[in-house]
């Protein structure tokens, strides 16, 4: 089940983060980071399993995979 909300919530976290006005800087610092500092670039609330209060580790990696998709893709074109 928590594998179910994950995959649900990593496209709403990576949506959200698209969405930022500083969004190129905020990429760049995402590619930068090192895996265990990546949950520090998001809201907790981004990346908290509902019913708790810390980032869920999984989907920390999530959200950034599909973030840093996104902008290799963006490269390519």
Excluded: H
């Amino acid at each position: 089940m928590e594998t179910a909300v994950i995959a649900a919530l990593g496209p709403i976290c990576a949506d959200k983060f698209s969405a930022l006005a500083d969004v190129a800087d905020k990429k760049l610092a995402l590619a930068k980071a090192d895996s265990w500092d990546r949950r520090k670039l998001f809201p907790e609330a981004w990346v908290s399993l509902p019913g708790t209060t810390y980032p869920n580790s999984d989907l920390v990696e999530l959200c950034s995979a599909l973030i840093l998709r996104q902008q290799s893709a963006a490269l390519v074109n």
